[in-house]
């Protein structure tokens, strides 16, 4: 299948290009395609006539998101809108990602596909814009709710991924103060483009929660990225009050993979195994 990758060089596109390489993939970089230039988007998807079209873009800095809601909505909402036409007119299929973050963490236990939205800021509420454009618009769309993602091809936008703040952090001898108030499923990029792959090939369309297995807080996330290095930095818990961050955030935004696990979809590992798995790969401990 002919299938291009939106953001190709972003985190979670770096591992789609490579898991997708028994593919034709057409990878499309920023800002050479821009998602928010509707005229020409639709001019190279009409030329390259793709089976399938993977949206990785996203305005997703979450504290700046509250001070620049145009600029949110516009890659999150209105450019997902112009996507998911394009998508019913020239008949791809539309794999889009969403966020954790449409919670607002009330529930306490995992979320599951059926739960009922409800976002705390900006970014949320644009990322869930951008989810009601694609299944409102286009019928044969993938719509994958994921969370806390690291990968090899650093998350660029926000400058690296949780993981490798850390261990920067770390190699600069500060000490590292982190939420420990916030629950979260830390997520492999490269086995979240794995399960991608194997979904794109069903005609099981629709709205999937996409997640590593298990779950934790911020703290406990980083605590764990220390212990498989064997690194013992000053590492402290601290409430997300302490912070103040500008967008508020879901104290539990944990997602339950269950329409993955109905439709039979290879499990994803527990987030601490492929943690290890990520942390190999960097050479930075031992296989
Ligand atoms: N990262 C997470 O923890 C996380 C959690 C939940 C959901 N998600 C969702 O997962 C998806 C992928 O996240 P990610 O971590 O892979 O993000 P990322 O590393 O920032 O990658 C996004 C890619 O899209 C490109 N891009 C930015 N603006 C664009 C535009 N206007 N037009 C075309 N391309 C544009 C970026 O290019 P530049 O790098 O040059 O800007 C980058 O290549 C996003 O939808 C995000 O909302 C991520």
């Known amino acids: 299948m002919k299938i291009a990758v939106i953001g190709a060089d972003g985190q979670l596109g770096t591992d789609l290009v490579k898991t997708l390489a028994r593919d034709e993939v057409v990878p499309l970089y920023y800002p050479e395609f821009d998602v928010t230039r509707p005229e020409k988007v639709r001019l190279l998807l009409q030329e390259l006539r793709p089976g399938a079209v993977i949206n990785t873009a996203a305005f997703h800095r979450v504290d700046e998101c509250e001070d620049q809601p145009e600029a949110s909505s516009r890659v999150n909402a209105v450019a997902v809108r112009d996507l998911a036409r394009l998508a019913s007119e020239l008949g791809f299929i539309l794999i889009h990602f969403s966020t954790d973050y449409v919670f607002d963490g009330r529930k306490g ?24 454009f694609v299944r409102a618009i286009v019928e044969k769309h993938f719509l994958v709710r994921t969370c806390g993602l690291f990968g090899l091809g650093s998350c660029r936008e926000k400058g690296y991924n949780f993981v490798d703040r850390m261990i920067a952090l770390a190699d600069e001898g500060k000490s590292i103060r982190v939420v420990d108030d916030q629950w979260v499923s830390p997520t492999s990029a490269e086995e979240l483009a794995a399960r991608v792959s194997d979904l794109l090939r069903t005609d099981h369309y629709g709205l999937y929660h996409l997640t590593s297995e298990g779950q934790c807080t911020w703290f406990e996330f980083a605590a764990e990225v220390f212990s498989l290095l064997g690194k013992s930095p000053r590492l402290e818990p601290v409430s997300s009050r302490v912070f103040a961050a500008k967008a508020r955030r879901p104290l539990y935004s944990v997602l339950e993979n269950q329409r993955a696990k109905k439709i039979g979809l ?22």
Not at 109 to 132: C, Q, T
């Open 109 to 132: 236990a995992p979320y599951v596909e059926s739960d009922a939205p409800n976002p705390l800021n900006v970014y949320a509420v644009s990322k869930l814009a951008g989810e009601f």
């Open 266 to 287: 290879r499990d994803f590992s527990d987030w601490k195994n492929a943690l290890r798995t990520y942390l190999e790969r960097k050479s930075l401990i031992p296989k």
